[in-house]
């Protein structure tokens, strides 16, 4: 079975904080995405990456970076971080796009920036 | 970006009970999934339907793509607590890129 490991279940950050949150994937999955869920608006994307050192902008990558040095390790960050910030974070990862392949998800990171 | 509304937002029923989601949109989708998260764990993967019309069963839950390919049903017969959690619809546009539904968030009670 995949597995996606995200390093945090549960992160309390201050308003201004550089926060890091890591993802790996044991399964050489091309493919990798941070979504946030919040309630009554699904999933929404915020960056993904089709292979190393490579990265596309999300539906709101707005106060996010990201970073892809590894294949199995995709890293969100949050340069500064803000209160709108809080939310459930999952991170997912993804054969390949091109044959209707499932995401795999992590179990996610429940941040509050406070 | 393309929305996929789903509807009902929340469900709550007794075990039992017959119900349907709906996850609907404006937009043509190659291919379909839908997605359960249960509390504390990331979405699974249920079902992918690809053709316009299709019906796949998975034991009692039958899920069907429209004609069209903008919309598509989850039908669960004889719901049990063991369904309980969230339902996520997801579309894959062209570019093989997902957008994810609004969630139908079921509790089914003993």
């Known amino acids: 079975d995949v597995k996606v490991t995200q390093s945090s279940r549960y992160l309390v950050k201050r308003t201004g904080e550089k926060v890091f949150l890591e993802c790996v994937q044991d399964m050489d999955h091309e493919n990798m995405f941070w979504y946030r869920q919040d309630p009554g608006l699904g999933l929404r994307l915020i960056y993904f990456?089709?292979?190393?050192?490579?990265?596309e902008k999300g539906d709101i990558p707005e106060g996010y970076s990201v970073s892809r040095e590894k294949k199995e390790r995709f890293s969100l960050i949050l340069e500064s971080a803000s209160t709108n910030q809080t939310s459930m974070y999952l991170c997912?990862?993804?054969?390949?796009?091109?044959?209707?392949?499932?995401?795999?998800f992590g179990n996610g990171t429940r941040l509050t920036v406070t | 970006t393309q929305l996929l509304e789903q509807s009902p937002q929340f469900l709550s029923i007794q075990e039992g009970e017959n119900l349907t989601v709906y996850c609907n949109s404006s937009s043509v989708f190659s291919s379909l999934q839908w997605y359960r998260q249960e509390p504390g764990e990331g979405p699974v993967l249920l079902v992918t339907v690809v053709t316009g019309g299709e019906v796949k069963k998975l034991k009692r839950l039958t899920f069907q793509f429209g004609d069209a390919r903008k919309d598509s049903s989850l039908h669960i017969t004889a719901a049990q607590p063991g369904d309980t959690g969230l339902y996520l619809c997801a579309g894959a546009e062209i570019t093989d890129k997902l957008i994810f539904g609004t969630g139908t968030r079921l509790q089914v009670f003993p």
């Open positions: 997912a990862s993804r054969r390949t796009g091109f044959d209707n392949s499932p995401l795999h």
């Open positions: 990456s089709y292979d190393v050192k490579m990265k």
